[in-house]
């Protein structure tokens, strides 16, 4: 199948068959994004916390790091569920390295898959244009504020909370629509992906 990040229409019906390699770099992407979460919640309680005192939503500028895999692991694989999967399987590395979060970790890694699931299942999972991606990482980044707020920010005043939300949506057009682009374009130079689509 040959679909770019421009295309407006699918060029054929995807082939949905998960391959072992497909397994293989969806569970590589998850495990090293389960790495990468474990070290910002590090930065997000450490270097990053003044900003919670200075102003809540601040900090929510960096929230999409933990919805990259929902959206990259996805462009990369281009089958159902692969969202959910890398998702899955990045917050499970994290919650076993320790995550501050504990179980949650799993609950919010879910809540943020299957919303991108959503998302590129409504496209029948035949188009990949940066338009579908952003839609995707707004899904996600929008279930995430969600559990968030249900969990963690029930006393925050809901004007607050609307303004987490619109710095939390620009993060993920930005960081993860934007950083699965550009991830998956500098892979494919190097070779890395090679026979997946393009």
Do not use: C, N
Not at 12 to 21: E, G, L, M, N, V
Not at 22 to 33: P, Y
Not at 101 to 110: K, M, P
Request: aromatic share 14%; hydrophobic share 60%; net charge negative.
């Amino acid at each position: 199948m040959t679909t770019t990040y421009d295309a407006t229409t699918p060029a054929s019906a995807p082939d949905t068959h998960w391959r072992t390699r497909d397994i293989v770099i969806a569970a590589i992407i998850g495990v090293a994004f389960g790495v990468v979460f474990w070290a910002w919640a590090l930065v997000w309680y450490g270097p990053l916390a003044f900003l919670s005192t200075l102003a809540l939503p601040l900090r929510d500028l960096g929230y999409a790091v933990w919805l990259m895999p929902a959206v990259f692991a996805p462009l990369v694989i281009r089958k159902p569920g692969a969202a959910l999967f890398a998702e899955m399987v990045a917050a499970g590395v994290s919650a076993f390295l320790g995550s501050l979060w504990g179980v949650d970790t799993l609950l919010s890694g879910f809540v943020q898959g299957a919303a991108a699931e959503l998302v590129f299942a409504f496209t029948l999972y035949r188009i990949w244009t940066f338009p579908v991606l952003a839609i995707a990482a707004v899904a996600s980044a929008a279930a995430a504020w969600i559990h968030d707020w249900v969990l963690y920010y029930a006393e925050v005043d809901p004007v607050v909370q609307a303004v987490r939300f619109v710095f939390m949506a620009i993060s993920a057009v930005v960081i993860v629509a934007g950083g699965s682009v550009g991830l998956h374009r500098s892979l494919k130079r190097a070779g890395v992906l090679e026979g997946f689509p393009d």
